[in-house]
């Protein structure tokens, strides 16, 4: 038995030239034991043919709305109600749109609005399609309605440019279908901010005052929330890679930007983690042009705002980190007090392969009830660690 066994999904194939990895996908998650139904776009079929669907699934391609396939003969209606997980992939700036403004001129959307079942989306096209302000809105109003977004990834674009824009590798989203019938979801209808990566204060437009955070930790809690079933804001600085999907990502420079960010949204949430590396002083007087080297003898500093210890909504549970060199535990206590937080994630960043820019971490639980010392384990590990008691604290 697979996570798969048995499980109705529905294949979106839509008109990109990606549309041929979704054979490779269809492949995957059909030997993974699931029953698959393929639904193509006209314009789907100009990059790949049906036939290659059919022969895999072993189930007739749906392409249009009046074709009777199924026993209801009502196609998407039939295949809709039996969905256990629909995945749009590849999905091109036009299905994006249709789906996010529910426009149902093809099976695909129709399917999509007469089923319960949840929707991934794995966008594919140009990188400045991706980006461009209407794809973007698009995006977010299918955040807002709880799909999961898988990627685009970097890389060679069918234009030759090097962009987000590639559709995510169909062995990642094979792990992304895994995970949605795997995890167990304790955080079902938490809504949670979770920062990540390093802030930077500029002291002119080419330099700039941060730190070595790579993003790692948070991407991992942020990853391990989402996998748990919670609905996720990402607050985050500058970081090493920016791989992370489905989740409602805010990127931000400073730290007075991330907390403005924070306090717009946190009213609308149950938790926050605050993995980010804050830098606690910024430039006093941020200079408009470059300073010229003669004249950078010494720079004024002001102290930023504590942003944990700003939020004061009781009903929000905090998590912070204390990032210590010294008298571990003794700082994770004060910070516990001082920032009124439920929980500190203690981590001694002076350990080898721990901390900052590493794929593992050495953390102890600092809380009201004591501490549990954790041993060195990767951050994937430790962020479902620090979730396990974290859900203590919610209501
Ligand atoms: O990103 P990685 O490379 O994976 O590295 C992970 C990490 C080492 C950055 C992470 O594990 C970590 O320790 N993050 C907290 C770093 C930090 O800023 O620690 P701190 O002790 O200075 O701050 C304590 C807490 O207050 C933190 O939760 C911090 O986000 C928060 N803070 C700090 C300053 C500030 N002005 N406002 C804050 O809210």
Partial sequence: MTYLSNKNIVLCVTGSIAAYKSVYLASLIVKEGANLRVIMTESAKE??????????????????????????????????????????????????????????????????????????????????????????????????????????????LASGINEYGRMTEPDKLLEEINKIFSKKKDFENIRAIVT???????????????????????????EALRDRGAKVTFVHGRMDENSINGVKKIPVLSAIEMKDQILKEIDN?????????????????????????????????????????????????????????????????????????????ANDITLEGSGFGSDNNKATLVHKEGCDDLPLMKKSELAHKILDRTIEYID
């Fill in 47 to 156: 990059f790949v043919g049906e036939s290659s669907f059919s022969g895999i699934t072993h189930n007739e391609v749906i392409t249009g709305y009046y074709e009777g396939k199924t026993e209801l003969s009502i196609d998407h209606v039939s295949i809709a109600k039996e969905a256990d997980l629909i995945v749009v992939a590849p999905a091109t700036a036009n299905s994006i749109a249709k789906i996010a403004l529910g426009i149902s001129s093809e099976p695909i959307v129709g399917t999509i609005l007469a089923s319960k079942a949840p929707v991934i989306v794995a966008p594919a096209m140009d990188g400045d399609m991706f980006n461009s302000k209407q794809v973007q809105s698009n995006i977010k109003i299918l955040h807002d309605l709880d799909m999961i977004i898988s990627g685009p990834e970097k890389g060679r």
């Fill in 269 to 345: 949430n149950d938790l926050i983690i605050m993995s980010a590396a804050v830098a606690d002083y910024r430039v006093k007087q941020k200079f408009e042009q470059k300073i010229k080297k003669e004249k950078l003898s010494s720079i004024d500093l002001e102290k930023n705002p504590d942003i944990l210890a700003e939020i004061d909504n009781k009903k929000i549970v905090k998590v912070g980190f204390a990032a210590e060199s010294e008298n571990l535990i003794e700082n994770a206590k004060k910070k516990l007090s001082s920032k009124d937080c439920n929980l500190i994630v």
């Fill in 196 to 222: 990540a990566g390093a802030t930077i204060e500029s002291i002119d437009p080419v330099r700039f005052i941060s730190n070595w955070s790579s993003g790692k930790m948070g991407i991992a809690i942020a």
